[in-house]
């Protein structure tokens, strides 16, 4: 028998590949022509590499759906795959803005499979032993850090992303103007607020990202408390670190409005490229199919988009709570922009609010290079957009597989 080959890439953490591979292994059960191997990357690489590079590589990607604006050029519109029937039933199937993140100018570029946003994580047994409360607020939060319990990443698109979330919380409208990124005051009045927290944390929080985060929570004693990082339910699961963390939603801001953080998780795509658009198709198809996403990618590690694995006692229960404690903040995180030039600007902005927290540059200076580095991307959106795309592939009808023939 002849076998189709189909490669994939992912990115490297057990939230991610374990999963992916326990789903191609009974993908290729119930198809026996089929054979799907997947590789992975550094979260780093996952959250800025070319997607056009890696759809020149491999047929399968797991992508961050700020990546829409490359995507015409790069994936398979799968509007053009499936039937509006199916369409419209996957629309309703995943939690919070899921679904719509991948909608880009009329096409959609990938299945959600994955879902994140930043939300709190505490060791309960570390905060019981100082005798203090979960902080409520963000008067609370101050006061929790003040005895350095209290840790956040410190990368640079991490410190964008929160302050983004801050600033969107306030009512700040985002990339609205062409001049800059937030309203001034909001932005300034934000930026303020992050460096009022970082300074009462180790300068090593700017060698962090969410996992090492997690990874020194749930081992050490050195901080009990993250106000906002993006959200591995892999450490609330028992046998999976030496010490469960506890998740739950932001903290309340000053005026007693909820703290919004902004949309992660991840989908499955299909390259342009890919030798047989029908068979990836019917993968990703499997993937992001809620009984698998219940029964078989959550079980194996994953944090599945799906309402129906988010709905699911059993996963709820075997994450020490972590679906039904963090679902509201999905529900309500922000979709960052999507255009073709923004991918770079979360590390290059964020490169400017770390030299602010760490009181290199002040806050108007800080401010000022965060929108030079906006209005750049800008730039090379527009002269992205003045190449035309390749014309579309044509439609190629997706096999139904039952997940539990």
Known sequence: MTQL???????????????????????????????ITWEKRTLHEFGHASLAQLANRYDLLVIDHPMMGEAAAALVDLNLCLEP????????????????SYLYHGGLYALPIDAAAPAVSYRPD??????????????????LARLGKVRMPGFPADL??????????????CAADADQLFPHEIALACLEDLKALASLMPASIYQSNPIALYEEMSVSESFAYCP????YSNYSRRGFAAHLLQFA????????????????????????????VSDAVSYSLFVADPQVQRDLYGPTGGQPAAC?????????????????????????AYVRPRYSGYIPLQERAGVYVA?????????????????????????????????????????????????HA
Not at 228 to 231: I, N, V
Not at 251 to 274: E, F, H, M, Y
Not at 366 to 394: G, M, T, V, W
């Open 355 to 403: 030299r602010y927290l760490q009181g290199q540059i002040g806050s108007q200076a800080a401010l000022n290079a965060i929108n030079e580095r906006y209005r750049d991307s800008l730039e090379a959106a527009n002269q992205k957009d003045r190449i035309k795309d390749p014309k579309p592939p044509q439609p190629q009808q997706a096999k139904e597989v039952n997940p």
């Open 85 to 100: 029937a199916k369409l419209q039933r996957l629309s309703k199937s995943y939690v919070g803005p899921s679904f719509e």
């Open 5 to 35: 080959h189909l490669k994939g890439i992912a990115w490297n953490h057990s939230r991610a590949f374990p999963p992916l591979v326990a789903t191609a292994q009974r993908f290729e059960e119930l198809n026996p022509g089929v054979h």
């Open 126 to 143: 570390l905060l019981g032993l100082a005798g203090v409360k979960v902080p409520a607020n963000w008067t609370d939060l101050l006061d």
């Open 308 to 332: 129906l694995a988010w709905d699911d006692p059993a996963l709820d229960q075997s994450s020490n709570g972590f679906f039904s404690a963090t679902r509201s903040s999905i529900e309500t």
């Open 249 to 276: 939603v932001p903290v309340n801001l000053v005026d007693g409005s909820p703290l919004r953080t902004v949309l992660g998780g991840t989908g499955i795509a299909v390259s342009r490229k890919c030798a047989s």
């Open 228 to 231: 906002f990082a993006y959200t």
């Open 160 to 173: 964008f992303l929160n302050w983004m979330g801050l600033c969107v919380s306030r009512g700040g409208l």
